[in-house]
């Protein structure tokens, strides 16, 4: 059983959280172009203060500090960046430890009849967040979120594979570099024409556009990845680099679609450095068994 002062402390505890989030919901439908996704931010902003007016039965009125003004301003920033899909599943990833204190009190025994009754349907709406509110929201990252990282990651296992082959093959830092943009453009042509044919066979799916982020991200990627190896640094060092940026660039994206589609990053990411960690040593002695068959070093 929950004590009066217990629950006035948890109350000040989500009242806070549910203020932010109205005035959060709030900033981002004011600059929302899309009408569909500006009556939506306007619904979730008004749920979390109807959550609010609830907690502060319990709580008194709650001001949000200097801090926490401050950070309102970043996310207002991280969603101009990243995206509101992102910054909402971001913000409301502890959603679900929210959720069970909030049926701990529930079940508590703590309040009464109407006011469980009303606690039942902010749970209710809690959880509508999380899954159909914000899955309607509709932008362009995340409608071509598979696109993007098909792009990107078949170039970054790819490149990997051939300046890691390079590597067995050559000493040439610039030569290997070269080789990577030969086969990243032509790969990249080729992605796009597969994206192409594969989104003609998906509904809601433009063609043309899937083809273009797919072959936008592939040649991106290429480009960075080259880049320490086209600079003339040594062959080693080049690809050290190389692989490094894959990495930062992977973890971004592992991270960012994570969040959108409710993963867990930590696996996901191990598991794609063991796929490229794997491509690479496939590749140096692939370009070794080249080299002693043929005895040419370029």
Same mark, same amino acid.
């Given at each position: 059983?929950?004590?009066k002062?217990e629950l006035v402390?948890k109350?000040?505890?989500f009242?806070l959280?549910?203020l932010?989030d109205s005035?959060?919901?709030l900033?981002?439908s004011k600059?929302?172009?899309?009408p569909?996704?500006k009556?939506?931010l306007?619904?979730?902003?008004e749920?979390e203060r109807?959550?609010?007016?609830?907690w502060k039965l319990?709580?008194g009125?709650?001001?949000?500090t200097?801090?926490?003004f401050?950070?309102?301003?970043?996310?207002?920033?991280?969603?101009?960046?990243l995206g509101k899909v992102?910054t909402?599943?971001?913000?409301?990833?502890?959603?679900g430890?929210?959720?069970a204190?909030?049926r701990?009190?529930?079940e508590s025994g703590?309040?009464?009849?109407?006011?469980?009754v009303i606690?039942e349907?902010i749970i209710?709406?809690?959880?509508?967040h999380?899954?159909?509110?914000t899955?309607q929201?509709?932008?362009f990252?995340?409608?071509? @979120?598979g !696109?993007?990282a &098909?792009?990107?990651s078949d *170039?970054?296992?790819? %490149?990997s594979g051939?300046?890691?082959?390079?590597?067995g093959?050559?000493?040439?830092?610039v030569?290997t570099g070269?080789?990577g943009?030969?086969?990243?453009v032509?790969?990249s042509m080729?992605?796009?024409?597969a994206?192409y044919?594969?989104s003609?066979q998906?509904?809601?799916?433009?063609?043309?556009?899937?083809a273009?982020?797919?072959g936008?991200?592939?040649?991106l990627t290429?480009?960075l990845?080259?880049?320490?190896?086209l600079?003339g640094l040594?062959? @080693?060092? !080049?690809?050290? &680099?190389?692989?490094?940026l *894959?990495?930062i660039? %992977?973890?971004?994206f592992?991270?960012?679609?994570?969040?959108?589609m409710?993963r867990a990053?930590l696996?996901?990411y191990?598991?794609?450095?063991?796929?490229i960690f794997?491509?690479?040593?496939?590749?140096?002695?692939f370009?070794?068994?080249?080299?002693?068959?043929?005895g040419?070093l370029p």
């Amino acid at each position: 059983m929950i004590t009066k002062e217990e629950l006035v402390v948890k109350a000040r505890e989500f009242a806070l959280d549910e203020l932010f989030d109205s005035i959060l919901y709030l900033e981002m439908s004011k600059r929302e172009k899309k009408p569909e996704n500006k009556q939506l931010l306007m619904k979730m902003s008004e749920q979390e203060r109807a959550h609010y007016e609830f907690w502060k039965l319990f709580s008194g009125e709650v001001r949000l500090t200097t801090r926490d003004f401050a950070r309102l301003r970043l996310f207002i920033l991280l969603s101009r960046v990243l995206g509101k899909v992102f910054t909402i599943k971001y913000l409301e990833r502890h959603e679900g430890k929210v959720v069970a204190e909030y049926r701990g009190i529930l079940e508590s025994g703590a309040l009464g009849e109407d006011k469980k009754v009303i606690l039942e349907k902010i749970i209710e709406d809690e959880v509508e967040h999380e899954t159909s509110l914000t899955n309607q929201l509709e932008e362009f990252a995340v409608k071509h @979120l598979g !696109a993007i990282a &098909l792009g990107m990651s078949d *170039a970054i296992i790819e %490149l990997s594979g051939v300046h890691a082959g390079f590597l067995g093959y050559t000493a040439s830092s610039v030569t290997t570099g070269i080789a990577g943009l030969i086969v990243g453009v032509s790969a990249s042509m080729s992605m796009s024409a597969a994206a192409y044919l594969q989104s003609k066979q998906e509904k809601g799916k433009s063609p043309g556009t899937t083809a273009i982020v797919t072959g936008l991200m592939y040649m991106l990627t290429v480009i960075l990845l080259t880049a320490p190896f086209l600079a003339g640094l040594p062959l @080693l060092h !080049a690809l050290v &680099l190389s692989l490094i940026l *894959a990495f930062i660039v %992977l973890a971004i994206f592992s991270f960012y679609s994570a969040v959108i589609m409710d993963r867990a990053f930590l696996r996901d990411y191990v598991e794609n450095i063991g796929i490229i960690f794997l491509v690479v040593a496939i590749g140096y002695f692939f370009g070794e068994w080249v080299k002693e068959v043929t005895g040419v070093l370029p």
